[in-house]
C-alpha cells in the first residue's frame, strides 16, 4: 500500500543533542512536508519542499532544517534541542498540483 | 487573515449524530478538510469538500459548507466508540506559486459514551 513512514515513532534525545527525524513515502509526491504538533493544539507548518524547493515558514526557528535528498526521503534536523521543541513531529505529502494532504504515523520527541 | 475556530469538546452517546462545526475566514479557502487523530497517532484524511458544492456525503459522513457565512460542518451518523477521536477542520490556501498550505483548527475532542 502506498504510504507515508516515519521513523522512528518515539525519539528520546538531551538538551543540546542534535536529533534527525526520517520520513519516506512511496507515493511519488512532488511536496513533503513538516508539522510540529504540541499537546492539545493544531498541528503547526514548519516547512515544506516543492521537489528540491525548500520553502520555509516565516516563524520556524532557525534551530530547524530539514534535507530532501530525493523523492522518496526527507528528513528534519534539530541542531540544539530545548525542553520547548519535545512535541509530536508528522510528516505529510501531496501532490504538486492539488491540496490534500497525506500524513504519516508521526514522531513523538522527548527532550530530557 | 488565516483563522479556522472549532469547539474544542463534543460528547455524544453511541448511535446518536454527531455535528463537528467549524467556521474559517479565508474565502479564496477552494478545498475544506475534515482529519482525525486518534491518540498518538498522525493525522488521517476523512473527506474534503471543494468549495464549489454545499454537501458531501461518504457512507456515515456528511459534510455541508456554507459559503456565505464560511460554516463547515461534519456529521457523522450513528456515531460508534470507534469515532472517538479528535477531528480538525483545515483550510487549503494558497502561499505562493502553485504552494498551497493547510491552516487547521485546533480540533474537536469527540466522546462517545456507551
Known amino acids: 500500500d502506498a504510504m507515508v513512514i516515519q521513523n522512528p515513532r518515539y525519539q528520546v534525545t538531551q538538551f543540546g543533542k542534535p536529533v534527525t527525524l526520517s520520513c519516506s513515502q512511496t507515493?511519488?509526491?512532488?511536496?513533503m512536508y513538516w508539522y510540529q504538533q504540541k499537546s492539545s493544539q493544531a498541528p503547526k507548518l514548519l516547512f515544506h519542499y516543492y521537489d528540491k524547493d525548500f520553502n520555509n515558514e516565516a516563524d520556524t526557528p532557525d534551530n530547524f532544517q530539514s534535507r530532501r535528498p530525493n523523492t522518496s526521503f526527507c528528513f528534519l534536523d534539530i541542531r540544539s534541542p530545548g525542553l520547548g521543541d519535545a512535541a509530536m513531529y508528522l510528516c505529510a505529502t501531496g501532490p504538486g498540483t492539488g491540496r490534500t494532504q497525506y500524513f504519516g504515523p508521526g514522531t513523538r520527541l522527548l527532550v530530557l | 487573515g488565516e483563522d479556522v475556530e472549532q469547539s474544542l469538546f463534543l460528547s455524544v452517546r453511541e448511535g446518536d449524530s454527531s455535528v463537528i462545526n467549524c467556521t474559517y475566514t479565508?474565502?479564496?479557502?477552494?478545498?475544506l478538510y475534515w482529519y482525525k487523530q486518534e491518540p498518538g497517532a498522525g493525522l488521517q484524511l476523512l473527506t474534503y469538500?471543494?468549495?464549489?458544492?454545499d454537501m458531501k456525503q461518504d457512507q456515515r459522513l456528511t459534510v455541508l459548507l456554507n459559503k456565505k457565512d464560511k460554516h463547515l460542518s461534519l456529521r457523522i451518523a450513528d456515531t460508534q466508540t470507534g469515532d472517538s477521536a479528535i477531528y480538525f477542520c483545515a483550510e487549503s490556501i494558497e502561499s505562493g506559486g502553485s504552494n498551497y498550505k493547510l491552516t487547521f483548527g485546533k480540533g474537536t475532542l469527540l466522546t462517545v459514551n456507551p
Open positions: 469538500i471543494f468549495s464549489n458544492m
Open positions: 507515493l511519488n509526491h512532488n511536496v
Open positions: 479565508d474565502s479564496s479557502s477552494t478545498y
